[in-house]
């Protein structure tokens, strides 16, 4: 079937470190995948998509990478503010029936400045 | 103006209670859900409408009801409240049924005492 992983949260980082949240998923053919973000006390957010492997969505400085070989579609950042603190979640909506969107659990991420 | 507006953002009530939801969104969309997400962050879909059709009916108590009167708009009824219905629940359009971007209201905090 079609499945979502990604790493367990509370991620907890530095201002300024390097970010990096995994994420794998499990699909036929070639899935889209997304990023989302969930500010505190907000709806979620789209960050950034990829459809098609290869490809590399891109916004406010974070990046993912779709990796075929891998099956994986990792958050990437290069230096994280405070106001980067959310929940993160990674999604794919499979090229099957009802075309739902799949979520991953969701990882927390906290910036200490 | 918001693109997913959902009311009210805080509801709490006691149990054996009947209470609704309401979602409109202005993008013109074509297709709606209803997400609830516990108090880990996880995000579960209860129902997708497609052209007012429902598409999606996850495994709900059949004390949720979702109602669509247009293409706008997509409430949602619970009978009976419980505990355990405790949760956030969101709203979401987006432009169609396939693989496409995700708009989400700002949730409804439902507290069932």
């Known amino acids: 079937g079609n499945s979502v992983t990604q790493m367990e949260g509370p991620v907890t980082l530095s201002e300024e470190a390097f970010l990096t949240i995994n994420c794998t998923y499990t699909?036929?053919?070639?899935?889209?995948l997304f990023w989302y973000v969930q500010y505190p006390g907000e709806g979620l957010q789209l960050l950034l998509k990829a459809t098609k492997a290869d490809d590399k969505g891109s916004n406010k400085g974070f990046e993912a990478t779709y990796r075929k070989e891998t099956t994986s579609f990792h958050l990437e950042k290069g230096s994280v503010q405070v106001s980067d603190s959310a929940v993160y979640f990674c999604a794919l909506t499979p090229m099957d029936s009802n075309y739902q969107l799949i979520w991953g659990a969701g990882t927390k991420l906290i910036i200490k400045p | 103006d918001t693109a997913v507006s959902q009311t009210p953002k805080y509801l709490v009530t006691q149990m054996g209670n009947d209470k609704s939801i309401k979602c409109e969104q202005n993008?013109?969309?074509?297709?709606m859900y209803w997400y609830k997400q516990d108090s880990k962050k996880f995000l579960k879909i209860m129902f997708s409408?497609?052209?007012?059709?429902?598409?999606i009916n996850e495994t709900v108590p059949n004390r949720f009801s979702p109602k669509s009167p247009d293409k706008a708009h997509l409430n949602l009824h619970i009978n009976s409240l419980e505990l355990g219905d405790s949760a956030v629940y969101f709203c979401?359009?987006?432009?169609?049924?396939?693989?496409?971007?995700?708009?989400f209201g700002q949730g409804t905090r439902l507290t069932v005492v």
């Open positions: 993008l013109g969309h074509d297709t």
């Open positions: 699909a036929t053919g070639y899935p889209s």
């Open positions: 979401a359009s987006s432009l169609r049924l396939q693989n496409t971007e995700a708009f």
């Open positions: 409408y497609n052209n007012k059709e429902l598409i």
